[in-house]
Nanobody
Framework: QVQLVESGGGLVQEGGSLRLSCAASGRYASNYVIGWFRQAPGKEREFVTA????????RYADSVKGRFTLSRDIVRNTVSLQMNSLKPEDTAVYYC????????????WGQGTQVTVSS
């Protein structure tokens, strides 16, 4: 099983930027697709973005396209989420998650990190 540790997050004004990182560890960490999800108060958790094993293919929710960029360092097994042009509606707890290659379900989750965007 892979272990995930998130870092980054915090408070930023509308239009600002933040960078989240997720470090994956474990014997087969490089065999996991890494994704980010978020959950705002009173709302269900939603998909934000994901990146494949090679780091070359990414997918984004429509709400963050053009503003968020996900990248992967294959050697260090870390994933970075650069969030630009942040909006108050981006405020949420952000979770890093992992699913084994070929699997549908994310089975490993980080502890979550708070992102707050003030207007």
């Amino acid at each position: 099983q892979v272990q995930l540790v998130e870092s980054g997050g915090g408070l930023v004004q509308e239009g600002g930027s933040l960078r989240l990182s997720c470090a994956a560890s474990g014997r087969y960490a490089s065999n996991y697709v890494i994704g980010w999800f978020r959950q705002a108060p009173g709302k269900e958790r939603e998909f934000v973005t994901a990146i494949d094993l090679s780091g070359r293919n990414t997918r984004y929710a429509d709400s963050v396209k053009g503003r968020f960029t996900l990248s992967r360092d294959i050697v260090r097994n870390t994933v970075s989420l650069q969030m630009n042009s942040l909006k108050p509606e981006d405020t949420a707890v952000y979770y890093c998650a992992a699913k084994f290659r070929g699997s549908e379900e994310y089975t490993a989750w980080g502890q979550g990190t708070q992102v707050t965007v003030s207007s």
